[in-house]
């Protein structure tokens, strides 16, 4: 049977009877943006278009981590950008400001004044091709922004296009204009890709048109028939951590206990899946509950 966001709401009405659906449901959220802040799971992949001489780029609000940076040099292959800070950075290379553009090795996390951001060094030397139209037609016409560079038998990676999903994907292409071609599934440019809809937006990779790929956790508003991780390590989390919040904010006995508690089994299961993630070897030790959750001074559980 599926676990969903409302067996997690059940337990916390048993615990807490008084705290009405809605403010469960608040408080599910906010411990659920700070599991997926934490640790590796529910990752979703996000493109990123450079343009030639920008190192820093805006992330959408809704982004929470950045686990991994993919970078596509062409349709076919990438490599993994390796993760730094600045002080780092400021550290091992002083001058990092001033290299010339590049091809880019490492990726750091800053902020501007809006928004998270995500940093590139070297700075890019090379801007991502944006896709204009993506026609309802066999084989499908598209049309991009600026000179795509390609000939015939191509490989091209394409993502990102609305309203028409059957533009994005893996194709070889046959040329028709520097700013436009049309889609075929071999590499012999028989097989003519079928539209099913009119595409707008989106971008493609190739040698001369990289991309970034962000693999990364993004905030999700959750709803009662939401389905929800099942590992017996992670479901005690969200029912510790929304007892925690809830605490905190009617300023329980124990609050700032059970608050310290949460953010050390948060902790310890985040490093937990991190190692496994990286295939470490680590000992593994089992979710326990501790006494000081269960019972506070008046009795109440938690």
């Not at 993760?83 to 400001?97: G, K, Q, S, V």
């Not at 436009?180 to 599934?185: H, I």
């Not at 006494?291 to 938690?302: E, L």
């Amino acid at each position: 049977m599926a676990y969903t966001a409302q067996d997690h709401l059940n337990d916390f009405a048993r615990m807490h009877p008084d705290v009405d659906s809605t403010t469960a449901l608040r408080l599910l959220n906010e411990v659920d943006e700070m599991i997926l802040a934490a640790i590796p799971m529910r990752r979703s992949y996000e493109d990123l278009a450079l343009v030639a001489g920008t190192s820093e780029y805006d992330l959408d609000e809704t982004l929470l981590r950045i686990w991994a940076v993919r970078l596509y040099t062409s349709a076919t292959s990438f490599r993994t950008l390796t993760p730094t800070d600045i002080d780092t950075l400021h550290l091992d290379f002083p001058e990092w400001r001033g290299v010339g553009a590049g091809e880019v090795l490492r990726w750091y996390e800053t902020a501007s004044m809006t928004s998270g951001q995500i940093g590139l060094t070297p700075t890019p030397d090379q801007s991502t091709i944006r896709i204009s139209t993506a026609s309802n037609a066999t084989p499908i016409v598209v049309v991009t922004t600026t000179s795509h560079g390609l000939a015939s038998g191509d490989p091209v990676l394409i993502s990102g296009v609305s309203g028409n999903a059957s533009a994005n994907g893996l194709f070889y292409i046959s040329y028709v204009s520097g700013t436009t071609f049309t889609l075929y599934q071999d590499s012999g440019l028989t097989l003519g890709v079928a539209g099913v809809g009119s595409g707008t937006g989106g971008m493609i990779a190739t040698s001369a048109s990289p991309k970034l790929v962000l693999e990364c956790s993004k905030r999700t508003a959750l709803l009662a028939n939401t389905s929800m991780p099942t590992s017996p390590s992670i479901k005690p989390l969200y029912r510790f951590g929304m007892s925690a919040i809830y605490s905190m904010e009617r300023r329980l006995d124990g609050a700032g206990n059970r608050w310290g508690e949460f953010q050390q089994l948060l902790g310890e299961q985040s490093d937990l899946k991190m190692k496994r993630q990286a295939r470490k070897t680590t000992t593994i030790h089992p979710f326990r509950q501790k006494r000081s959750w269960r019972v506070s001074q008046n009795g109440r559980n938690f």
